[in-house]
């Protein structure tokens, strides 16, 4: 299993940026996906997953600003981060179900 995000960098206090999370070596149309991310000096985060089927769920700190969405000819998730605010600063993650393999993660910051 090979996970690569990008997409990452500096965004203002309200301002919005989009992850992706290109996959290899499974059957990326039948595998969840989910993205995590680990705040510095803190411990990892869900943010939110998405099923096979598409079915997203997010996680009580982005309920309603963030997308998670999939293209499966493209083997890539992605994370449409909205309204962001300098507590969703850290390093991003992807993983693929069932959650033992990792990407490298993608460092996020907000600051004006």
């Known amino acids: 299993v090979h996970l690569v995000e990008s997409g990452g960098g500096v965004v203002q206090p309200g301002g919005s940026l989009k992850l992706s999370c290109t996959g290899s070596?499974?059957?990326?149309?039948?595998?969840?996906m989910g993205w995590a991310r680990r705040p510095a000096g803190k411990n990892v985060q869900w943010v939110s997953r998405?099923?096979?089927?598409?079915?997203?769920t997010y996680y009580n700190s982005v309920k309603g600003r963030n997308t998670i969405s999939r293209d499966n000819a493209k083997n890539t998730v992605y994370l449409e981060m909205n309204d962001m605010q300098p507590e969703d600063t850290g390093v991003y993650f992807c993983?693929?179900?069932?959650?033992?393999?990792w990407g490298r993660g993608v460092q996020v910051t907000v600051s004006s």
């Open positions: 993983a693929a179900e069932p959650y033992r393999d």
């Open positions: 070596g499974f059957t990326f149309s039948s595998t969840a």
């Open positions: 998405i099923a096979s089927d598409g079915t997203p």
